[in-house]
């Protein structure tokens, strides 16, 4: 026997049918499988539809749902009304924004102590960490704790990779640096928090 052609719509009303005379969701599906062959629904859209039909749903349309539309709106709103020997208007397109830069900052309790742009399309590594980021504030501690430098300064940083490494830990335990223990998932301090750490 040939398998009729159905919609959506008319399958759905089957299972409505079936609801009102309050088959099973498994009898549903056999006799929608039955009727349709392969172009039936799956027994879990079967029995979810036919709940529906039986906590009284009407509609066998889909609900309306909010947000953007399926069909893109771009061209349709590109067209224009021209003359037989009209030039087409130019469309102006989006140019790419401005790019970002990132930046690896470091706050004492008096402000801004570095500001490290990371090249653009590089990660940061424990080798750029130690070598390149850690080794410039160094540097600047140097200029302002012309005995000590480095030595004995409280460091909070967070538990990325780069900051875990052997690398990193090692130079920072040699250095004398006392890293505070970040709690994992906790987020980091905002840069304005450190102004509310007043001198003591």
């Known amino acids: 026997m040939e398998k009729k052609v159905s919609t959506t719509a008319e399958i759905r009303s089957h299972i409505k049918a079936c ?90 309790r008096e402000g801004v102590v570095l500001q490290f742009p990371i090249p653009e399309k590089k990660s940061v590594t424990g080798k750029m960490y130690k070598y390149k980021i850690l080794h410039k504030l160094k540097q600047q501690y140097k200029k302002k704790r012309p005995k000590t430098g480095i030595k004995g300064i409280f460091l909070l940083h967070d538990n990325a990779p780069a900051h875990k490494s052997k690398l990193v830990t090692d130079f920072l335990s040699k250095e004398g640096v006392i890293v505070i223990p970040h709690p994992a998932y906790s987020p980091d301090l905002s840069p304005c928090d450190f102004f509310s750490i007043h001198k003591t």
């Open 19 to 108: 609801a009102k005379l309050k088959k099973s969701a498994m009898e549903t599906f056999e006799e929608v499988h039955n009727i349709y062959g392969d172009q039936q629904p799956s027994y879990r859209t079967v029995s979810r539809w036919l709940k529906k039909f039986k906590d009284e749903r009407e509609s066998v349309k889909d609900d309306v749902r909010s947000g953007r539309p399926k069909t893109p709106q771009r061209k349709f709103n590109n067209k224009v009304w021209m003359t037989k020997h009209g030039k087409r208007p130019v469309i102006a397109k989006r140019c790419q924004s401005t790019k970002k830069i990132l930046y690896a900052i470091f706050f004492d």
